[in-house]
Structure formats: C-alpha cells, structure tokens
C-alpha cells in the first residue's frame, strides 16, 4: 500500500464522526483515536464506551494487519511472496490468504477490473511516492505481462505462488476493507454499539447513533479536494451497521499536460483508468467486498460496472460523474438524498 497524504484520505464523511454525535441537541464527544497506519489516516471513534484499552486492542490488531499485508514493509508476507515470485511457494498467515482469495474472487468477477498482481504497474507510474512519472509505452508493455491474476495460485496449506519473476501482488485496493472488518469484529466483541471506524475512506459505521436512530452518512463532493476542516458532500443516507467505501479519480494523482494521472490503475491498459467516474462509493455489510468493489467498479466504469453491482445481493452503489450526475443503484432509490443542488440524479 502506498502512502496517502492525510489532506486527501478522507472520502466519506460522517456528519457526527469526525467531530461530535448530537442526542437531544447535546454534543456527545467519541473516545477518539487517531493515527497514520496501512498508508492511510485511521480514526477510530467510540460512542458508547470509555475504554481505551479497546481502541487500544484495536489499532494493533491494524498494525498486525499492515505487517503482513503492505509492499512497503520488507518482511511482510505479501513482500516475502512477491520476492519469491517464480521461485517457490510461501505460506502466508490466514489474514492474507483469505484476503487474497477475496481479491482473486473480484478479479474473477469483474473480469480482471480488481487485479492483485497489479504491483508492477503501480510501481512503474509511482502515484503517490513523490516519485511518479508517465512511463513510456516499452516500460508499459514490460510491466504489463507481468500482471495477470491467473498467475497467482493459492495452494493448499495457505501456500502462494507466483508464476513468473517479477510479479507484484498489491492489496491496496482490499486490506483496509478487511482492515475495517476486523476493527469491527473487536468493537462488537468489546460489547461497543455505536463506533465510526475511518480507515481513510473505508469507514464502517457501527450500530447507530447512541440516541439508536441511523447513522447519517455523507458523501463527499468528488470535485472539491478536501481538508478535514472544509467538508462539502453532495448527498446523504441513513444508516445502521454499514460499510461504506469510496474510490475516486482524485484521491491520489498528479497532473501532465492537463491530464490526470491517478492511482486506480486499468490492468487492460496499463494506464490509470479512464471513464468518466469522479467516484464511485459501494455500500456493503463487509468492507471487504466493498473495498475490492469499488475499485473494481471504478476501473469498469458506469455501464458495466452498475450492471455488476446490480447482480451482486446486498451491495449498493453510487457513482459519480465528471460531468456531476449522480446514478445510484435500484435498491437506494428513494434513500439518497442529494444535499448540492449542482449534481443532478439520473435515472440509468
Ligand atoms: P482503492 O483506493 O481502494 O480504489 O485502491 C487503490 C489502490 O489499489 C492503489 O493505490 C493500488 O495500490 C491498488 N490498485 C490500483 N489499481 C488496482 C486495480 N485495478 N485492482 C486492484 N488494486 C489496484
Ligand atoms: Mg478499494
């Protein structure tokens, strides 16, 4: 996972959790805690419970995830698997593998739109590092053979292969997903009922507000880059234990001769995707499958990709134009309501 400036990490908004949950027009204040880990500012905010040791128990249950999860850390076992691309198998902790064939399941589905071995890519256009570039077609054409999730197999016993040296795995597009459900099962295991867990972008809204009416939940304006202290959203929705997760065009990108370059790259092309998606948010019960959908929907496009999250039980969709429509799938009709009178509802 790479390292995501804490100005632009924020995607959603929850009206009551970055700041106070009002009851009866009293500010409630969260136990709060927050820090920079999985490439990402993490805010964990409690409701109805004063314990630090379980938000505590919480951030390192991330960190645990983080270790074996991210290419940044040398010894995690994703960078051990990678490095033994080609070589021989690793056996991996049961967190990666099953976070893996998750990611190889959406890859399945959305025929290669979500690609886990998208690592040589990211590496080459370096989105975020400080160190990006539009790399030339060759440097494309070379990274592109090495992505290709049928190369990666998951064996017996928790073993992963790579097929061909070289390879990446990247699980920056799902392990904050299952980053965010593992803090859930800790928060419900802790008896919280009412918890904002913010993984930069992925947040799960735990039980409801502590008055026990819905979590009201914003979406942010994909056009107006964001600071924590100005916050603008363009719609609103109710509710209660739900995971929410956005990805957009503009949370990580640069910009040459007028055209965006940004990190949700198209395994097809070889270049970040390119539709008219500003940002695309998947309302799930796991935030697994919504981290891995809505990058997965983002590379796929309004068109295709609302038809796969139409077929797909209990996942909601709302994308968001360039050009500032916003479509929603069938199941949120008459649940969103839109808050910037300059996005216009369409009906798809
Ligand atoms: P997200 O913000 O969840 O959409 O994930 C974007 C991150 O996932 C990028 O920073 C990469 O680490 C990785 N990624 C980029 N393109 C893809 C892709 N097509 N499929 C899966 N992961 C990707
Ligand atoms: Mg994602």
Same mark, same amino acid.
């Given at each position: 996972m790479n390292r995501r400036s804490i100005s632009v990490v924020i995607i959603f908004v929850i009206f009551v959790s970055l700041s106070s949950c009002t009851i009866d027009n009293k500010a409630i204040k969260p136990l709060s805690k927050d820090g920079f880990m999985l490439g990402t500012f993490v805010v964990i905010n409690l409701y109805d419970q004063k314990d630090e040791k379980i938000i505590d128990e919480v951030f390192e249950r991330l960190r645990e995830i983080e270790n074996r999860m991210s290419v940044n850390i040398e010894d995690s076992d994703i960078s051990l698997v990678n490095k033994n691309a080609g070589i021989k198998p690793v056996k991996v902790h049961q967190d990666v593998y099953y976070?893996?064939?998750?990611?190889?399941?959406y890859s399945e589905i959305s025929g290669g739109a979500f690609e886990p071995t998208i690592g040589p890519l990211v590496n080459l256009w370096g989105i975020g590092t400080g160190n990006e570039r539009v790399p030339s077609e060759e440097e494309i054409r070379k990274s592109l053979i090495k992505v290709d999730f049928n190369k990666l197999h998951l064996l017996g016993n928790n073993e992963v292969f790579l097929d061909e040296k070289d390879m990446m795995i990247d699980l920056g597009g799902i392990a904050k997903g299952y980053a965010a @459900?593992?803090? =859930? =099962?800790i928060l419900l295991d802790r008896g919280v009922k009412s918890a904002i867990i913010d993984l930069g972008g992925n947040i799960y809204a735990l039980g #409801?507000?502590?008055? /026990?009416t819905p979590w009201? $939940?914003?979406?942010?304006n994909p056009m107006i880059s964001r600071s924590r202290n100005k916050v603008s959203h363009i719609g609103i929705f109710d509710g209660k234990n739900i995971s929410v997760v956005t990805s957009g065009d503009y949370e990580r990108y640069f910009e040459e001769n007028g055209i965006r370059y940004h990190h949700i790259i198209d395994s097809k092309t070889g270049f970040p995707a390119r539709n008219n998606v500003a940002g695309i948010s998947v309302l799930s019960q796991d935030s697994i499958d /919504? @981290?891995? $959908? #809505?990058? *997965? %929907?983002?590379? %796929?496009? $309004? @068109?295709? /990709?609302l038809? $796969? *999250?139409e077929k797909i039980d209990g996942v909601d969709v709302i994308y968001i134009t360039k050009d500032m429509k916003i479509y929603i799938s069938s199941n949120l009709r008459g649940k969103f309501e839109i808050t910037n009178e300059e996005f216009e509802m369409m009906t798809p």
């Open positions: 976070v893996l064939k998750k990611a190889k399941y @459900d593992e803090a =859930k =099962k #409801s507000k502590p008055d /026990g009201r $939940l914003g979406i942010q /919504g @981290d891995a $959908l #809505s990058t *997965a %929907l983002f590379v %796929l496009g $309004l @068109d295709e /990709g038809k $796969l *999250a």
